[in-house]
């Protein structure tokens, strides 16, 4: 089971996150008591015999002493950072383009809780199959893009 920590819990207003197996329940989380207790609360919803991925950036909340030490106790956990300057949110925006092509743009909702309900039945339908977003290019693609996008950081510099 995957379950984005950072992006979950920041996206918390919305229904969803972009993960292999979303997790629709997260709360809001800016320091380390915040977020141990969502990490308590994926512990309590995820079988004991399945391991734990999460998804995180580097923000000191994650890696707090105390946040260490519970998760030192958890080996089913494992965390995965992402590098400072990547572009993580381009998965989570993936995946809310996903939800709204394949079920907001195709459905009528009379009011928010009505698409609340058809975002999460998407979440829950999609998770019986997950599979994680992959993304791929080949090299001599982003090689042709490459004196459009110095031209461009050329222009912003003026």
Known sequence: MTISGTVRQRCSQRSTSSTETSSPNASLAIRHQEFLRFLRRIDRAVSADLDIHIVLDNYGTHTHPEVKKWLDARPRYHLHFTPTSASW????????AEITERRI???????????????????????????????????STLLRKVPRASLAISEAAH
């Open 89 to 96: 949110l381009n998965l989570v925006e993936r995946f809310f």
């Open 105 to 139: 743009r195709r459905g009528t909702f009379r009011s928010v809780p009505e698409l609340e309900n058809a975002v999460l039945d998407y979440v829950r339908t999609r998770n019986k199959n997950p599979k994680p977003f992959v993304w791929t290019v080949k090299a």
